[in-house]
């Protein structure tokens, strides 16, 4: 069966956002004033051939933890679809 598994990379909340920062300042230029903070991660959708959701979700972290998100800076989150 195909399991489409999404995964969000965020950068941790401790770091410095400079993308988030950016736009913040860019959002503030068109005179919207009312956004608090922005945070700007990645969004992945995987298709994956798995015989069941928990081997579908297993793959992915497998993947997010070598190579879609780094731990240092960012933290990740799974979803099957």
């Known amino acids: 069966m195909t399991y489409t598994v999404q995964v969000k990379v965020m950068p941790l909340k401790d770091l410095l956002d400079p993308q988030g920062k950016a736009v913040m300042g860019g959002l503030q230029n068109l ?18 051939e798995a ?17 879609l998100a780094n731990p240092v800076m960012e933290f990740f989150e799974l979803t099957v679809a």
């Open 31 to 48: 005179g919207i004033k009312n956004v608090g903070d922005v945070r700007i991660g990645k969004h992945i959708d995987l298709q994956i």
């Open 51 to 67: 015989d069941t959701k928990e081997a579908a979700l297993t793959v992915a972290e497998e993947a997010a933890k070598k190579l």
